[in-house]
């Protein structure tokens, strides 16, 4: 999910071995990382760069955030607004990450059956509040 400029990590489902650094509640800027950049796009971003990530559907980045992670992400909308992305993420040197590419079908699969999920319960509209502070 997105706070104001930032990003903030809500689950972490970690691997057995080779987990990647990243702690729940942890915030990182939005112009790095898959993650962001997917955020920016689909908010309406100006750039070639997030010209393409809409075209695609979906970013990958190696090392922007963190230079051990890899990752690629998709935008979870609730109708037109940007609620946050899904993100999977590797160790950068793990064979895992050269295959994150080739998994992006299914991270925007399952993007856009949350997006549908949350736009089809008729949310209220998201209201803006100072950033939170409680993260599960």
């Known amino acids: 999910m997105h706070e104001a400029d930032a990003r903030v990590l809500l689950l972490k489902v970690p691997r057995s071995r080779d987990d990647v650094p990243l702690q729940v509640g942890q915030r990182r800027p939005l112009e790095r990382g898959a993650a962001g950049k997917v955020i920016l796009a689909y908010r309406g971003e100006r750039g070639a760069s997030y010209d393409e990530i809409r075209r695609r559907g979906f970013e990958h980045t190696l090392g922007e955030v963190n230079t051990s992670i890899a ?41 856009q059956w949350i997006s549908s999920a949350l736009t089809n319960a008729r949310l209220p509209s998201p209201v803006r509040h100072a950033a939170a502070t409680w993260h599960p």
Do not use: H, K, N, Y
């Not at 609730?78 to 040197?93: K, Q």
């Open 71 to 111: 990752s690629v992400a998709a935008a979870v909308c609730c109708g037109r607004t940007v609620l946050g992305s899904v993100c999977i993420s590797a160790p950068a040197t793990s064979p895992a990450a050269r295959e994150l590419e080739a998994a992006a079908p299914a991270v925007m699969a399952a993007a």
